[in-house]
């Protein structure tokens, strides 16, 4: 089976969302707007946690996990495995979040 050649290569929709906010075409209930905004925001700080710990062990001399503190050691190991199933995927989704976030604000029906 083939890939359709028309279909996105990305599964974010961040610029369309800002369009449609812009133009009054994507509106939303303020409360709808708000709570999804939060969950966006929290989302966006958990990206961008996991890329930070990802930086980190990508830039440390020895990369064993039995060298890190027992605490930390589960993220590294999620943020590692994370990117290794989708690589590139956090960074695109902490470009994209913001737009997201910036498209449910215009959105707000007030």
């Known amino acids: 089976m083939s890939a ?3 279909a996105p290569s990305s599964p974010f929709a961040g610029e369309l969302l800002l369009a449609l906010a812009r133009e009054g075409r994507f ?4 409360a709808r707007a708000d709570q999804a905004i939060a969950e966006l925001e929290r ?5 961008r946690a996991r890329l930070r710990i990802l930086r980190i062990w990508q830039h440390a001399p020895t990369q064993r996990v039995d060298e890190i503190p027992d605490d930390l050691a589960p993220d590294v190991v999620d943020a590692v495995f994370a990117d290794q199933l989708a690589p590139g995927r956090l ?3 902490a470009t994209e979040l913001p737009r997201y976030i910036e498209a449910l604000r215009r959105a707000r029906r007030g």
């Open 4 to 6: 359709d050649p028309s």
């Open 27 to 30: 509106v939303l209930d303020p």
């Open 43 to 47: 989302t966006l700080s958990a990206v």
């Open 91 to 93: 960074e695109l989704a």
